[in-house]
């Protein structure tokens, strides 16, 4: 609080007529002694010393405006309203020992100035010292009937110092000022409950709803305290007493159900929770809460049942609301219906884009459906911004931007993901470490993009997408192809039947020139695909011409020719029937 706000402007005005009715009777009498003439100059002076000073903190030019005072002060030392404005701005400067120094002398000057007060009670609570400030508030408010409106502010200084007894008379004090009102009422309750009375804490409660009848919000507040002390029976009868005068509140009516079932009479719960949800009133986020908390629950006909009712509501009532298009998309999800959910995240992003769940499903959604990295993208996009400090869409975005080959800016968004994750979440860092290794290879780093993926197997020395890409990528390099065969060799044993990794497995041994296994592994790479690849055709061709079989070697290159991932040779291979590299 700022007990002294747009105060200068009246002490401006109050000091400047002061000092003119001053100077006009001074010129009022016919003759001044030379003293008393000297006395009068040196007014003169410093009041104007006091408005130039005054119109520099006006201008909020505080060095100079406390320059001008000081020279004012030196001038007039016993002038409170210099001391005063030299206080306030060194209050404002956080000079608060000095500040609390200048407005003592100013109050004593003027003990029953109302501002001055103010200023010292703030200089207080700069100072950490709530009681103290309290102490000068209490008696500026004892003073006049007219100061009674700072209640509040000393409410909450006698919270801030604990001091809960007056804390309690303080609110007694404003509630009759401004009557009685929630927050009141609240600050109330949480003494009470602080200092073990609940009577009190409920009593509270209680006079609140009967000032505002017809309001479920203090209905439900008293609820809460009722249910969360222990007196679940007193709640539940709180609730169906208001119900009977209120019955459209659908608010009461999920209290109803959510008492009703922690007494274990479901089925008497089920039917508040069907009223409730026949409501227009009840918020769509209320109802998807209630939804998602009951998909959790063990599965059952009666449960489905209820479901299926349930969602009937949501979607005639509230069509447009993000959180329930969200939790029916949760619900297809469960149910295996990845098309339906998908669609109903999408609904619910362009409802509300900041609803970090349905992005994240969306995004992962697709990428396991459709493949389609442009589509994707634009997701992945919308995550970073409205969610620009959150690694995992940073690393999404990445991810998509690599798969089109946009890889500057794929190393850009998953360098981002790394600096915000700071290895917090080590799986993120084991995937991030990943596509930076395969996006670093791609930009022509290699050893940069192997200092990539040496980190992430010190998280997981089996990350299977590392462990191939890097012994591939090593093999084509025909470098540290002993340590490739180690990672490979790794895959092959965990997984004998991926075509990919056995691809691998083949090339590596290839470019150690064991070409007897290389073709073992190539042929079982062929045989666990349905629809082999250009380059394993390939791989396989030029692994038949190193064991002499050049006709077999160009049977397979021909069957690679015209498929995608081939090599930039394979035509001159076929032309000159010889392998190249």
């Excluded at 079989?549 to 397979?556: D, I």
Aim: with cysteine; hydrophobic share 35%; proline share 2%.
């Amino acid at each position: 609080m700022n007990l002294f706000q747009n105060n200068i402007s009246k002490a401006v005005l109050t000091l400047s007529i002061a000092c003119f009715l001053g100077v006009g009777d001074t010129f009022a009498q016919e003759k001044l002694s030379r003293k008393e003439r000297k006395e009068l100059d040196k007014n003169v002076k410093g009041d104007r010393l006091f408005v130039e000073g005054q119109r520099y903190m006006m201008l909020e030019e505080y060095d100079k405006a406390y320059f001008y005072f000081g020279k004012a002060q030196e001038l007039k030392p016993n002038e409170p309203a210099i001391k005063f404005k030299m206080a306030e701005i060194l209050a404002r400067a956080n000079d608060t020992d000095k500040a609390l120094e200048l407005g003592k002398e100013a109050i004593e000057l003027d003990p029953g100035n109302k501002y001055y007060n103010l200023l010292i009670a703030e200089v207080y609570k700069k100072k950490n010292k709530p009681a103290q400030a309290a102490e000068v508030l209490q008696g500026l408010m004892d003073s006049s009937d007219d100061n009674q409106h700072y209640i509040l502010e000393l409410a909450s200084l006698y919270l801030t110092a604990q001091d809960f007894d007056n804390a309690l008379s303080a609110l007694d004090q404003a509630e009759e000022y401004y009557g009685v009102v929630e927050q009141l009422t609240v600050q109330k309750q949480r003494i009470y409950l602080r200092k073990n009375n609940l009577n009190k804490a409920i009593e509270e409660g209680e006079k609140l709803i009967e000032a505002h009848p017809g309001n479920s919000s203090y209905v439900l507040a008293l609820v809460e305290i009722l249910f969360n002390n222990g007196k679940g029976n007193e709640a539940l009868a709180l609730v169906e007493e208001s119900l009977e005068t209120y019955p459209q509140q659908p608010e009461l009516q999920m209290a109803a159900f959510t008492l009703y079932k922690e007494r274990g009479e479901r089925e008497k719960a089920n039917e508040y929770l069907r009223t409730a949800f026949e409501s227009p009133e009840l918020e769509g986020e209320v109802k998807a809460k209630a939804f998602a908390e009951l998909m959790q629950e063990f599965r059952t006909d009666d449960r489905e049942q209820l479901l299926q009712e349930l969602e009937g509501h949501m979607v005639s009532l509230h069509p447009n609301d993000a959180d329930v298009q969200t939790v029916l998309g949760d619900r297809e999800l469960f149910a295996g219906n990845n098309e339906k959910a998908l669609q109903y995240y999408q609904q619910s992003i362009s409802i509300k884009p900041d609803n970090a769940h349905a992005l994240q499903s969306v995004i992962t959604l697709k990428f396991e459906m459709d493949q389609d990295f442009e589509a994707i993208e634009k997701y992945t996009e919308i995550g970073v911004d409205e969610f620009s400090d959150r690694a995992e869409f940073w690393f999404f975005d990445g991810t998509a931007k690599a798969a089109q080959k946009k890889h500057e800016e794929a190393k850009e968004s998953l360098e981002q993901a790394d600096k915000l994750n700071r290895g917090r979440n080590k799986q993120l860092s084991q995937l991030i470490y990943g596509q930076l290794g395969d996006t670093y290879h791609s930009l022509g780093e290699q050893e940069k993009a192997y200092e990539f993926y040496d980190k992430g197997l010190e998280i997981n020395p089996n990350d299977e997408h590392i462990l191939n890409n890097y012994a591939y990528f090593l093999s084509l390099s025909k470098s540290k192809l002993d340590k490739a065969k180690q990672m490979s060799e790794k895959l092959v044993r965990k997984f004998p039947d991926n075509s990919t990794y056995l691809d691998t497995h083949a090339w590596v041994l290839f470019q150690l020139e064991e070409f007897d296994q290389a073709k073992n592994y190539m042929e079982k790479a062929l045989a666990a695909d349905d629809s082999p690849s250009g380059i394993m055709y390939e791989h396989y061709g030029d692994i038949l011409y190193q064991l002499g079989q050049k006709s077999e070697a160009l049977k397979y290159w021909k069957k690679a020719e015209g498929k995608e991932e081939v090599t930039e040779l394979l035509a001159q291979k076929i032309k000159n029937k010889q392998y190249y590299e």
